[in-house]
């Protein structure tokens, strides 16, 4: 009696673990996994402020001791039921074959930084387990989504192509022509076209790090006729993808609307 209710616990922990449902919701169990690994990130990342680390430091760390072991507990879980899955095998050989699987080594080096008292910095090696979230995230919905913007670029490649080529052609003209503007001004900033063409695409991308200006009136008016043209070099390809992603929808409406027809 108590070996069929264990039985039925692995297969329902199995179950939890694997995420197969039909409709592709991820798994109360997989859930709560995210969020500890995001909670865990997050505590790794601002405990590296001096000030978080001076007042709050015990704290975090007691949690980390806490999360720690929840990531323990849900080793242990899939070890218990990793024979039940035909890829890793029956027995303790399905239990070692998959303790030496990337996703288990992976889950190892997350857990270890909370039990062995090292720097902060290097608590945050938990972060790929971010890459059991990819690998839970198979809902329909992020499936629907990757379709879409594959199906958008594919379409709309030929005037993507174009506007790159715009972009391009672009920030060759402007460096070209900043170089000659200030070059003899600023020859440790805008001293070469390379070092004018990183000038050009922080002012298309409208970062603007400030790190290299133009000061004669020539390279301004050059940087302000760049940086309206810029706006087009964002714009245009934003639009086109927009424009993919409507068709797509149309297109996958289109297609449910005849198949709900012919099935009346």
């Known amino acids: 009696m108590v070996r069929v209710a264990m039985n039925e616990l692995r297969l329902r922990i199995y179950e ?20 500890t690994i995001f909670i865990s990130i997050f505590f790794a ?4 402020e001096n000030s978080i680390d001076y007042q709050f430091g015990d704290e975090i760390d007691f949690l ?20 039940l899955e035909e890829k890793y095998g029956k027995g303790w050989k399905g239990t070692l074959r998959y303790m030496i699987s990337p996703m288990a080594i992976i889950d190892v080096i997350a857990i270890i ?12 090696l938990r972060i790929i387990r971010l890459l059991r979230i990819l690998k839970i995230g198979r809902s329909e919905k992020f499936k629907e989504s990757i379709y879409h913007f594959n199906y958008a670029l594919r379409l709309k490649s030929q005037e993507l192509q174009i506007s790159i080529f715009y972009t391009a052609l672009l920030l060759l003209i402007s460096s070209t022509f900043m170089y000659l503007a200030e070059s003899s001004v600023q020859p440790g900033l805008l001293g070469s076209i390379p070092r004018c063409f990183w000038w050009s695409i ?3 991308s409208a970062v603007g790090y400030g790190d290299s200006i133009p000061v004669t009136a020539i390279g301004k008016t050059i940087a302000s006729i760049t940086s309206l043209l810029g706006i087009a070099a964002i714009a245009i390809p934003t639009g086109i993808l927009a424009s993919g992603f409507s068709e797509s929808i149309g297109v996958q409406e289109k297609n449910e609307n005849e198949s709900n027809k012919n099935d009346i």
């Open 64 to 83: 980390d001791w806490i999360i720690g072991g929840l990531f323990c507990v849900e080793y242990i879980f899939r070890l218990w039921v990793a024979p």
């Open 16 to 35: 939890q673990i694997k995420n197969d449902s039909p409709d592709g919701r991820t798994s109360l169990f997989n859930k709560i996994c995210g969020v």
């Open 45 to 48: 990342v601002v405990i590296t």
């Open 113 to 124: 930084p909370s039990f062995i008292g090292v720097r902060a910095e290097l608590k945050i």
């Open 202 to 204: 922080t002012t298309v």
